[in-house]
């Protein structure tokens, strides 16, 4: 079914690569703000299936999910890739904004990677936004 996908303010990566391993700790925050009462999607991560960001309890209009987290942290190798997928449905909701952005060690945004709105006006509609996360194996 329809649905617009709309590029604001020019970012639309489709990935990043993180120096997310010591001695450098950069971190993504996901944030997905919606319009409608009753929000319905999911960021999960491909492979593992791990639920990184849903709706829970009363619905609110801003989601967010800082990535990786201390324990993520501990699981991610040099080399290590991912993939982080924004599943959305209609239902009771017209729109979505997926927005990822980066920060440094000092907790200062770095910048924005992607802010994209999908919208709908046909409630069996369904879309996926796809991130690719990349971790380098050197730091030197």
């Known amino acids: 079914m329809a649905a617009t996908r709309t590029v604001n303010g020019g970012k ?3 990935g990043v690569t993180l ?3 010591p001695p450098i ?12 009462s009753q929000p319905d999607f999911e960021l ?5 299936q791990k639920v990184l ?20 942290l501990q699981q991610i190798n040099p080399d290590d ?19 990822v952005e980066r920060y440094g ?11 994209v709105t999908w919208s709908s006006q046909q409630p069996e509609t369904t879309r996926f936004e ?9 730091f030197s």
């Open 12 to 14: 639309d990566a489709a």
């Open 81 to 99: 890739s991912f993939r982080h997928i924004l599943g959305m449905k209609f239902l009771g909701a017209v729109s979505y904004r997926f927005v």
């Open 25 to 36: 700790r950069d971190y993504l925050i996901y944030k997905v703000t919606v319009s409608g």
């Open 130 to 138: 796809t991130f690719a996360v990349s971790i380098p194996p050197d």
């Open 44 to 48: 999960v991560e491909q492979g593992s």
């Open 53 to 72: 960001l849903q709706p829970q309890g009363a619905a609110v209009q801003t989601y967010k999910r800082k990535w990786p987290s201390a324990a993520e």
């Open 19 to 21: 120096d997310a391993l």
């Open 105 to 115: 060690s000092d907790d200062e945004l770095v910048e924005t990677l992607t802010d």
